[in-house]
């Protein structure tokens, strides 16, 4: 199923070297990395709960561990920022931290 947050696989393929650098080399990927961004995209704009991410994505434990590994800063910006000023999400990302702040969850 796809979502109004999703990327097309072109938009993907710009941003996959990046996200794959972030990557520790261990053991063979068994899911899609275009699954697990799109369903970080839709986390973020959306604004749901980890544990409400569609059935249809990967599991969310995943996705909030791909999340968590893009979100380190190396250099002085993460993963995460790079992609998704390079896709023209930045500001959404901005605005979904602002508020996970407010809240208290950051």
Not at 30 to 45: E, H, P
Not at 50 to 60: F, G, N, Q, S, V
Not at 91 to 103: F, I, N, S
Request: glycine fraction near 4%; proline fraction near 5%; hydrophobic fraction near 30%.
């Amino acid at each position: 199923m796809s979502y109004p947050s999703d990327i097309t696989r072109e938009q993907f393929e710009i941003i996959r070297p990046i996200l794959e650098s972030a990557r520790k080399k261990t053991r063979p990927r068994t899911l899609d990395l275009y699954d697990i961004f799109n369903a970080l995209l839709y986390v973020i704009t959306t604004g749901c709960q980890w544990r409400a991410l569609p059935h249809d994505y990967p599991k969310w434990k995943t996705v909030h561990r791909y999340f968590i590994t893009w979100s380190e800063v190396r250099n002085g910006t993460s993963v995460l920022d790079e992609v998704l000023k390079k896709i023209g999400k930045k500001r959404t990302y901005e605005q979904w931290k602002k508020t996970m702040h407010e809240h208290g969850y950051c």
